[in-house]
C-alpha cells in the first residue's frame, strides 16, 4: 500500500533517530513464513556497458534468454530482462564494482514488449559519469505473507511514494525532514529488537545522487528507517530513492529454501574476523556464520560460507549519519563444495569519504542465489 504523506520536520530530527537508532539490530529468521511474496525478479551483473551480462551471475524469476545491456550517455546502460517486464511498479538496487571511488544509481524502470528495462548510471569521484561494472536487481512483489513484517520496499521521488509494497499488508509512509531527509516507517509485527537489512540506492535521472541509510529504529509494530541523499560535494539533495528492507527473506523478496545472507558491519575499526551480533542482523540460510575482518582503513573481507552456489548477487549500503559511498572491490569468488554450497568470499567490502578517501564506515551487505 501507499503512502504519500508528508510531515515536514526539522532536520534535527533526523540526526536524533539517527543517533538513537544506530545500535542496529535484527531478528532471527527462524520461524518466518515461507510463502512466496514476489510477483517477478531479475539480477544481473554487468562487467561492460553493451552486450551480454556476465554469465553464472543472472537469474529472472522466468525462464529467459540471457538479459542484454546497451550503452546510452557516458556512464548510462541500459539493462534489458527478457521476461519479466509485467509489472509498473517495484523498485531496483544498483552496487559499483570498483577499486576507487565510484557509485551507480538508478534512472527509471520499465515494461516495454515483455521486457523490464533498468536504465543504470554510474560515476567517479566529483560525480564524473562513466562506466563502472556494477549488479543491478528489480522486484516487485504484492499480496500478503504471515509471519509478521518479513519484506518491505519504498520507492519515493523526493516529494511523494510512487510505489510501496509490505508483506503485512499495511501501509509503508514517508515523512520529510527536511532537504534530502526522510524518515521511513514500515508497519508490521516483529522483534523489539534491531533486526532485517536493508539496501537503498539513490534514484536520479538528470544529476549524480548518493543516499545512505542514516539511522535505524525498532517496535513491536513497525520499523523506521532514516534516508539522506546527498550531492557528490556532500550537500543534502532533494533526489528520489529505493529502499528494501528484508527479515528472513532473500532481497528479490524469496522466502526459504532459497540460498540468501545478509550481513551489517557493526564495528567497522574492529580487525576482526568478527560476527556482528545479535544473530539476527547475520542471517545465513545455509547454516553457515558470516563473518567481517578488517584488510584496511576503509576495507572489509567478508566470508559467507553455506550459500556458495552460481547464479548469485551481492549488494551494499553506506550506513552511515554522514554522506559515505560504499562499493564492492571486485567480483565475489564463489567456491561451492561438491557436496553442494560452499564459501562465498568478497575482497572487499570499501568504503569511501565523498573526496576519494578510504573511512570506516557501518554498511549493510545483502546476498542472494
Known amino acids: 500500500m501507499i503512502s504519500s504523506r508528508r510531515l515536514p520536520r526539522k532536520l534535527a530530527a533526523t540526526l536524533s533517530l539517527a543517533i538513537a537508532g544506530f545500535g542496529i539490530a535484527m531478528a532471527s529468521a527462524a520461524g518466518t513464513a515461507q510463502a512466496a511474496t514476489p510477483n517477478a525478479w531479475g539480477y544481473a551483473l554487468v562487467l561492460k556497458p553493451s552486450g551480454p551480462v556476465a554469465a553464472n551471475y543472472w537469474r529472472e524469476s522466468k525462464p529467459s534468454p540471457t538479459p542484454t545491456a546497451t550503452a546510452g550517455a557516458p556512464g548510462q546502460v541500459f539493462v534489458s530482462f527478457p521476461k519479466i517486464g509485467l509489472y509498473k511498479q517495484g523498485v531496483v538496487h544498483v552496487t559499483a564494482i570498483e577499486p576507487v571511488l565510484a557509485w551507480c544509481q538508478a534512472q527509471r524502470w520499465y515494461p516495454t514488449a515483455g521486457k523490464e528495462v533498468v536504465a543504470v548510471r554510474c560515476y567517479r569521484k566529483g560525480g564524473a559519469p562513466a562506466f563502472v561494472p556494477f549488479t543491478v536487481l528489480f522486484t516487485t512483489s504484492s499480496g500478503k505473507v504471515p509471519g509478521g513484517l518479513q519484506y518491505a520496499y519504498v520507492h519515493d521521488n523526493g516529494t511523494s511514494v510512487i510505489s510501496a509494497y509490505n508483506s503485512t499488508g499495511l501501509p509503508d509512509t ?131 560460507p553455506g550459500v556458495g552456489l552460481r547464479p548469485n548477487t551481492m549488494f551494499v549500503t553506506a550506513a552511515s549519519s554522514a554522506p559515505r559511498v560504499c562499493n564492492l572491490n571486485d567480483e565475489w569468488v564463489t567456491s561451492p563444495t561438491p557436496a553442494g554450497p560452499g564459501l562465498v568470499t568478497m575482497r572487499d567490502v570499501v568504503c569511501y569519504q565523498l573526496n576519494g578517501a578510504m573511512t570506516a564506515s557501518k554498511w549493510f551487505l545483502s546476498y542472494t542465489t
Open 174 to 304: 514517508v515523512t520529510t525532514l527536511g532537504t534530502g531527509a526522510w524518515r521511513v516507517r514500515l508497519q508490521g509485527p516483529g522483534p523489539a529488537t534491531h533486526t532485517g537489512g536493508i539496501q537503498v540506492t539513490a534514484v536520479n535521472r538528470t544529476a549524480p545522487a548518493i543516499c545512505d541509510v542514516a539511522g535505524q529504529s525498532w517496535t513491536t509494530s513497525a520499523q523506521t528507517i532514516i534516508v539522506r541523499c546527498y550531492t557528490p560535494a556532500g550537500k543534502p539533495l532533494k533526489t528520489g530513492w529505493n529502499l528494501t528492507y528484508q527479515r528472513g527473506r532473500a532481497l528479490t523478496a524469496a522466502g526459504k529454501p532459497t540460498l540468501f545472507a545478509y550481513t551489517l558491519n557493526t564495528h567497522p575499526l574492529a580487525a576482526g574476523p568478527y560476527v556482528p551480533v545479535p544473530p539476527a542482523i547475520n542471517v545465513n540460510t545455509g547454516g553457515g556464520t558470516n563473518t567481517i575482518q578488517r584488510s584496511g582503513g576503509g576495507e572489509w573481507l567478508v566470508k559467507l
